[in-house]
């Protein structure tokens, strides 16, 4: 879908040339982002049948940190990820297959999976892919929409997003990563509910700034890496233990909906 946006703070983030946004980052991505809280994997699957019986669709599986997670407990998953970089990165697990297709279309037969989950990634794609989770699912199926959101009321997590608004010339991406609207006003999925975890990553200087600079919308031209490593530097000088690491504190948000019947 292509859209004519004329002020681009105002365009929706899957009209920001989703697709290659990652491509320059895929090894930042894969090595430096956080993983999911145990809890959320286990609220993920939990009532639904035994793991090992199960199929999923991780749709925006990037370098397939999630993928693996419920390839660990058992699922066979079907990673879609478009981006060849993101891929190429990724660390191979025998009960995940990646698909280099969208989130829109992801050639999956009908009522083929048990799960779909978007961990970090459905904010990017067009709403129109909700009717093709349905189309994939299995009756009464379930989604699961999953995002790693920064606590602001840690002092060094809010510290270090403020420095990331700051050189990435406050994008909008920073102020809409949880976009789960589109599923509450959709027609395919109802039961839905919402949960919360805690999750941490403890990095040192050189995996904070991988985990900086794995992210989509930070500029990497030469003067704004030099900047961001030097803030980076001085945060850690200020917030560092005595192992010379520091915490970025995530709330980990869980959306559950199930497949309903086919509106109309």
């Given at each position: 879908m292509t859209q004519l946006i004329d002020d681009p703070n105002d365009a929706p983030l899957y009209a920001m040339q989703p697709l290659q946004r990652f491509s320059d980052r895929a090894t930042d991505y894969a090595n430096h982002r956080p993983s999911y809280p145990a809890a959320a994997i286990a609220a993920i699957l939990a009532g639904l049948s035994e793991p090992?019986?199960?199929?999923?669709?991780?749709?925006?599986?990037?370098?397939?940190?999630?993928?693996?997670?419920?390839?660990?407990?058992?699922?066979?998953v079907w990673a879609v990820e478009p981006n060849a970089a993101m891929r190429e990165a990724a660390t191979f697990h025998p009960n995940v297959t990646f698909q280099a297709v969208a989130a829109?279309?992801?050639?999956?037969p009908n009522a083929s999976v048990d799960l779909v989950t978007c961990f970090q990634a459905f904010h990017w794609f067009d709403p129109a892919c909700l009717p093709e989770f349905h189309r994939i699912l299995k009756p009464s199926g379930r989604l699961a929409l999953v995002w790693n959101s920064r606590?602001?009321?840690?002092?060094?997590?809010?510290?270090?997003?403020?420095?990331?608004?700051?050189?990435?010339?406050?994008?909008?991406?920073e102020s809409r990563?949880?976009?789960?609207?589109?599923?509450?006003?959709?027609?395919?999925?109802?039961?839905?509910?919402?949960?919360?975890?805690?999750?941490?990553?403890?990095?040192?200087?050189?995996?904070?700034i991988g985990r900086a600079q794995s992210v989509s919308y930070m500029p990497k031209d030469?003067?704004?890496?030099?900047?961001?490593?030097?803030?980076?530097?001085?945060?850690?000088?200020?917030?560092?233990?005595?192992?010379?690491?520091?915490?970025?504190?995530?709330?980990?948000?869980?959306?559950?909906?199930?497949?309903?019947?086919?509106?109309g």
């Open positions: 090992h019986r199960l199929v999923a669709a991780d749709i925006g599986a990037g370098t397939g940190i999630s993928s693996r997670l419920l390839a660990d407990k058992g699922l066979q829109e279309q992801t050639q999956l606590d602001r009321q840690d002092p060094f997590t809010q510290a270090y997003t403020q420095l990331v608004q700051q050189l990435s010339n406050h994008h909008p991406a990563m949880v976009s789960a609207q589109p599923l509450f006003s959709s027609p395919y999925f109802d039961a839905i509910s919402q949960q919360e975890f805690l999750y941490q990553q403890s990095l040192d200087l050189a995996g904070l030469e003067d704004t890496t030099q900047r961001l490593v030097q803030g980076l530097k001085d945060l850690c000088d200020r917030w560092a233990d005595a192992q010379g690491r520091v915490c970025l504190v995530y709330t980990t948000q869980v959306f559950l909906a199930t497949s309903g019947r086919v509106p």
